[in-house]
């Protein structure tokens, strides 16, 4: 009854006042990342030794098991403590970060650090193998994460790109690979490295979606891998244990959307296919995925059955399968997606526009077809990923990631934000009802 009150007073302040809409609610907020070290001395002595640098831990992506809230910190410079992260949901403002699934897992082989501090090179420097300490890695190992995702099988699904120091001194530690653990015991179920013939000039595994059947069948599992850099998705069958790489024209990236103003930051992107959400199950477990390019404005589906089948996804007969759903019209560049079954509207961040988009799918795709659940010039300045939960909540993360990279972050302010809604309270008096 409180929540039918609830309701009806949220309409009636959507439609009568039409302002201020539901809003996302900001549950953590950071100045800068802290972890839950093994040790004082231990801290003490990363610091000492340059493998912990609080300003190199920028938080990127989320998702949510249960009571734990993961976030990942990708290694783009050599100071990051632990890459796979959690917190606990019901922790205070600004909780410190658990590695996960331990703190040797997120630990890297001593000498990566010391080598990284030789040169500053740009992006264009070649990553070293690194040799030495092999032995302190393991299968269950997290080397740079960017997002990972919770199926419905009690799974966590992490893309690890193996790569160390992105912006300093790249040192690719192990090869890329899907690194699938059991939230329910913690431990690993499988790593899967992706095969060499994978990895392109210029690649850069930023994501991945995971599509489970029929529920229950969670052997029948497929992960769909984008690489924003060389433009191609990978596809990986659980059940097969075994991957392919797709290629279409829709995955490049738009020449006229690669311009960002953000924060105060101007700058050029290339970055092609990046956001991908699966559309409603039908029964027999078949789906549509959305897809789009970072550096561009427009929205694309494939059906998923299209993907799964290795012979014809890599084959030039598959072409006319891809669609353009539509355009989201001018400055409407997102990273993230995310598409709620129930009321069958797909998220998605709003980058150039400091704030968090809608559609429902029952409608055309087109610029007054898309909602603003929200947004915000601080809170919401770069949101970077968001994530539906079980009970339906629409979590996003914000980081100011274009200062971080390019210029620098005022540690005296909140950087990093996480922020959470309901989603049938959040798209009330949008179009996506
Ligand atoms: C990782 O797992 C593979 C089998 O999947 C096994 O052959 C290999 O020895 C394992 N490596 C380590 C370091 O445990
Ligand atoms: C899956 O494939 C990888 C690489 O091809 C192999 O190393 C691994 O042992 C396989 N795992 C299982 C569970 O079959
Ligand atoms: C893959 O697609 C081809 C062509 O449509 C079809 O003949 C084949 O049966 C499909 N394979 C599977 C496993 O569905
Ligand atoms: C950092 O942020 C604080 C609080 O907003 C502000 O007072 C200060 O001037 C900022 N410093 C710089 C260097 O911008």
């Excluded at 403590?81 to 959690?86: F, G, I, Q």
């Excluded at 996480?418 to 989603?423: A, D, F, N, P, T």
């Amino acid at each position: 009854m409180r929540r039918y009150l609830r309701t009806i007073l949220l309409v009636l302040l959507c439609t009568v006042i039409a302002i201020e809409c539901i809003k996302l609610e900001e549950k953590y907020c950071w100045q800068q990342l802290e972890y839950a070290w093994p040790s004082e001395s231990v801290k003490e002595q990363a610091i000492q030794s340059g493998k912990y640098k609080v300003e190199d831990n920028l938080p990127l992506g989320l998702d949510v098991w249960k009571d734990k809230l993961f976030i990942t910190v990708p290694r783009w410079k050599s100071g990051v403590a632990s890459s796979l992260n959690y917190v606990t949901i019901s922790d205070e403002k600004t909780p410190i970060l658990h590695p996960y699934p331990s703190w040797e897992a997120n630990t890297l082989p001593d000498g990566v650090q010391s080598q990284s501090e030789a040169t500053a090179g740009g992006r264009a420097a070649a990553p070293k193998a690194v040799q030495s300490n092999v032995g302190a890695l393991s299968n269950s190992s997290i080397i740079s994460t960017f997002r990972i995702r919770v199926d419905e099988c009690d799974r966590l699904w992490v893309m690890d790109t193996g790569l160390a120091d992105i912006l300093g001194n790249p040192m690719q530690i192990m090869p890329p690979a899907l690194v699938i653990f059991d939230l329910r015991t913690n431990e690993l179920i499988r790593r899967y490295p992706l095969p060499d013939d994978h990895v392109k000039e210029d690649t850069f595994f930023a994501n991945v979606i995971v599509d489970v059947g029929k529920k229950d069948d969670c052997d029948n599992a497929y992960a769909y891998v984008p690489d924003l850099g060389a433009y191609g998705l990978v596809v990986y069958s659980f059940k097969e244990n075994k991957s392919w790489r797709v290629k279409h024209n829709f995955f490049h990236f738009d020449p006229l959307s690669g311009d960002y103003n953000i924060g105060g930051v101007n700058f050029q992107w290339t970055d092609g296919i990046f956001g991908l959400a699966l559309g409603r199950a039908e029964t027999d477990g078949s789906r549509k995925v959305y897809f789009h390019a970072l550096s561009s404005t427009k929205e694309f589906e494939v059906p998923n059955r299209v993907l799964q089948n290795e012979s014809y996804s890599t084959g030039s007969d598959a072409y006319f399968d891809y669609k353009l759903v539509g355009d989201r019209g001018s400055n409407g560049q997102s990273s993230a997606e995310f598409f709620d079954d129930e009321a069958g509207v797909l998220f998605y961040t709003q980058v150039n526009k400091d704030g968090v988009g809608c559609w429902n799918a029952k409608k055309p795709y087109n610029p007054d077809t898309q909602g603003l659940v929200d947004s915000d010039s601080d809170a919401l300045v770069f949101p970077n990923d968001l994530k539906v939960d079980a009970n339906r909540n629409l979590w996003v993360l914000s980081d100011r990631m274009p200062a971080f990279l390019y210029k620098s972050l005022n540690y005296t302010e909140f950087n990093y934000r996480i922020l959470k809604g309901k989603v049938d309270d959040l798209i009330l008096g949008t179009p996506c009802v």
